[in-house]
């Protein structure tokens, strides 16, 4: 079977085809560049460049892959969480399609479109499995039980660890989307230059919190002389960095242990951090267990990751509905 995936949640305008939940044939991203001006993502602005491209992505995805709408079995996109707006976008597109060529339909979860890129990637990944979802909007830590059945053993109180990496990177100059380039200059700077707080880190449960950290580097920013920034400007990064990474590391490891879970994946944004990759990669084969995580292209927002977690549903629970709206803030259930 052939599935298409839209994913237009925030700022990526995503179109895919994969094959039997497995192989992909196309997936087409186009990151709205526009919003860095803006500093973040501007919902307006996105809905409208959506509008604009979401035709021609879905053009290129098919071409690519080389079918056409005769070849598809199943239609997905994304319902949830994300801005309204957008996900109007997609979601309308997608089930206009469907329902003009009498194809199933299945709204999808975004997390659980972030939860299945490991699954469409790794062949070799257990049924059960504990998965860190880490992004600019969600920071949470998710005993997968089989697709579609979920423990959420703790999640995020406030800001998202994805959101703190581009509100650092933002004032310190770096532009936006942020995380990336924070990733990139760390690697040249001290991350023993300073040491910023480890929010929740001793904590016994498996709770987040990046505001406190978020803070805590603006306000030593304030400290600095503009020399002062520019000087020290990579081992600020890799301070902050090292900071950010070492609480996410720890609690799933801890988790990883507590329950038994011998794979353990990443997805979202974050999860293309090298920090991050290497740290818990580390730390999980010294305790015996493995790490699995996504290409880059399937960390970020993509279609493929949401044709994928689609297809899992569809073999699970069957179609959905056509009445289907836009949830911005729908929970993993």
């Not at 979202?268 to 010294?286: H, P």
């Not at 629970?317 to 803030?329: F, K, Q, S």
Request: charged letters at 20%; glycine letters at 10%.
């Amino acid at each position: 079977m052939n599935i298409l995936g839209i994913e237009t949640s925030c700022d990526e305008t995503s179109v895919a085809v994969i094959a039997d939940g497995r192989e992909i044939l196309s997936n087409v991203i186009l990151s709205q560049a526009e919003h860095s001006k803006f500093g973040g993502v501007v919902p307006e602005v996105a809905s409208r460049t959506h509008l604009r491209t979401i035709v021609p992505i879905y053009r290129e995805a098919m071409e690519e892959a080389g079918v056409s709408l005769d070849d598809i079995g199943l239609v997905a996109a994304t319902m949830g969480p994300g801005l309204v707006g957008p996900l109007l976008v997609g979601l309308t597109f997608a089930k206009g399609l469907a329902f003009a060529r009498s194809i199933p339909f299945v709204p999808v979860n975004h997390m659980e479109g972030h939860l299945a890129a490991n699954i469409l990637q790794h062949a070799g990944l257990d049924q059960r499995h504990l998965t860190l979802i880490v992004s600019g909007g969600h920071t949470m830590l998710v005993e997968v039980k089989e697709f579609g059945e979920y423990e959420i053993l703790g999640q995020t109180k406030d800001d998202a660890a994805g959101e703190a990496f581009d509100k650092v990177a933002k004032i310190m100059g770096l532009g936006y989307p942020g995380g990336a380039r924070v990733d990139k200059l760390a690697v040249e700077g001290d991350a023993t230059y300073f040491k910023f707080p480890r929010p929740l880190l001793k904590d016994d449960t498996f709770q987040f919190s990046y505001s406190g950290l978020k803070t805590a580097v603006a306000l030593y920013l304030n400290k600095l002389s503009p020399a002062e920034l520019d000087k020290h400007r990579a081992d600020i990064a890799a301070s902050f960095q090292e900071a950010a990474v070492e609480v996410l590391v720890e609690k799933t490891l801890r988790a990883a242990q507590r329950h038994n879970i011998r794979h353990v994946t990443i997805s979202g944004g974050v999860a293309a951090n090298s920090r991050l990759r290497q740290w818990l990669a580390d730390r999980l084969e010294k305790a015996g267990k493995k790490l699995f995580y996504p290409t880059g292209e399937l960390c970020t927002d993509n279609a493929a990751m949401i044709a994928a977690a689609g297809y899992y549903r569809f073999q699970k629970d069957g179609a959905g509905e056509m009445v289907a709206n836009a949830v911005p803030y729908l929970k993993l259930a």
